[in-house]
């Protein structure tokens, strides 16, 4: 390890902390005290840090503006759907902020996720904004343990017993988003109501949502489709038995590129939507362009990204540990054509 990646290191554990002891510094990075305090007084030196008995803090002239000269490494499952407004918004932020933002794309890969976050790490990102492929469980525990700068999770819920239970975290309340769709279904009539979806970390928002307002409502309990992008003709065979058998009027179906296929299938089928069955699309990425057009649950994908890197600078900025935060932002529903009262 070079000297100015030895500092570069101490600095950043500095400035997650908010301060250090010496002998801790000097254990993490491997190194014996006296070369650990040798470069303490190099950095201190040069305004970069401030001794006190026994470790080192910030100095207090450089957590204010500690967001000028950033560099936030971003980490995202894909930059083609929902997260580009994700990305927008953290890349707004962060330039108002005088950072700069870098992207990592997985494509859905657990191992590339690990890949990306360390290049991120070694092309002097000093914290993270963090989307894993799937939601974190035993499998992160290590890898996210082991990150060597700040972290905020994105997108991805901080459970509390999770391994990233510790970290900031905001995301979309996808359980609120579904309880939208239901209560609009419900006020326009609807008692029978079904969730189509295809299996993603948003998922077991959407179902526990729908379920709670199902209940709170007094509606009959949802059906349940999963989709399988290979099996199209089952997909639409069964839909139509809920809508023509099981008295299904409502349907909630994530994502919206799934509701587009569904919607020509079952169009092409003489289904009337709105007529026959109403429909919610869950993400509003391109509901408003089928025909008709889709009624949405609307996720707040920019400021997500926005509130994600107030949160990361916060932390890099801060001079004692902050109290951690978790951040759930509130969807919307977009009404359009696809969604009327139930025909009688």
Same mark, same amino acid.
């Given at each position: 390890m070079s000297v100015e990646q030895r500092h570069r290191l101490i600095l950043r554990q500095v400035r997650d902390r908010g301060s250090a002891r010496v002998a801790d510094l000097a254990e993490a990075l491997g190194v014996s005290a006296v070369t650990l305090r040798r470069d303490v007084e190099h950095l201190a030196a040069q305004g970069l840090l401030t001794r006190v008995h026994g470790g080192v803090t910030l100095p207090a002239e450089a957590l204010a503006p500690r967001a000028g000269g950033l560099t936030i490494g971003m980490l995202v499952p894909t930059a083609h759907y929902y997260y580009p407004a994700v990305i927008k918004g953290a890349q707004e932020q962060a330039a108002r902020a005088g950072a700069r933002l870098v992207l990592g794309i997985s494509r859905y890969e657990d191992a590339e996720d690990r890949?990306?976050? &360390?290049?991120?790490?070694?092309g002097g990102a000093d914290g993270l904004l963090l989307t894993p492929s799937r939601q974190p469980d035993g499998s992160h525990v290590e890898w996210l343990a082991g990150l060597s700068v700040p972290a905020v999770l994105v997108e991805r819920r901080a459970e509390p017993a999770g391994p990233a239970a510790t970290l900031d975290a905001v995301a979309s309340d996808h359980a @609120? #988003?579904?309880?939208?769709?239901? &209560? @609009?279904?419900?006020?326009? #009539?609807?008692? #029978?109501?079904?969730?189509?979806?295809? =299996?993603? =970390?948003?998922? =077991?928002?959407?179902?526990?949502?729908?379920?709670? #307002?199902?209940s709170a409502l007094g509606l009959d309990t949802p059906a349940e489709i999963v989709i399988d992008r290979d099996r199209t003709d089952e997909l639409v065979a069964g839909v139509l038995r809920l809508v023509r058998e099981r008295g299904v009027t409502g349907l909630i179906v994530h994502n919206d590129e799934d509701a587009l296929t569904l919607v020509r299938h079952l169009v092409a089928a003489g289904v009337d939507i709105p007529g026959e069955v109403s429909l919610v699309a869950y993400d509003d990425e391109v509901a408003a362009f089928c025909s008709p057009s889709l009624t949405a649950v609307a996720p707040p994908k920019e400021e997500v990204g926005r509130c994600a890197v107030d949160l990361l600078i916060a932390r890099l900025s801060a001079g004692a540990a902050p109290v951690g935060r978790h951040v759930a932002l509130l969807p919307e529903l977009r009404r359009r054509e696809s969604s009327a009262s139930p025909s009688l």
């Open positions: 890949a990306q976050v &360390r290049q991120l790490v070694k @609120h #988003g579904a309880y939208l769709a239901v &209560r @609009h279904l419900a006020e326009l #009539g609807h008692r #029978g109501l079904a969730l189509v979806a295809f =299996p993603s =970390p948003t998922t =077991p928002g959407i179902r526990a949502g729908l379920l709670a #307002g199902a």
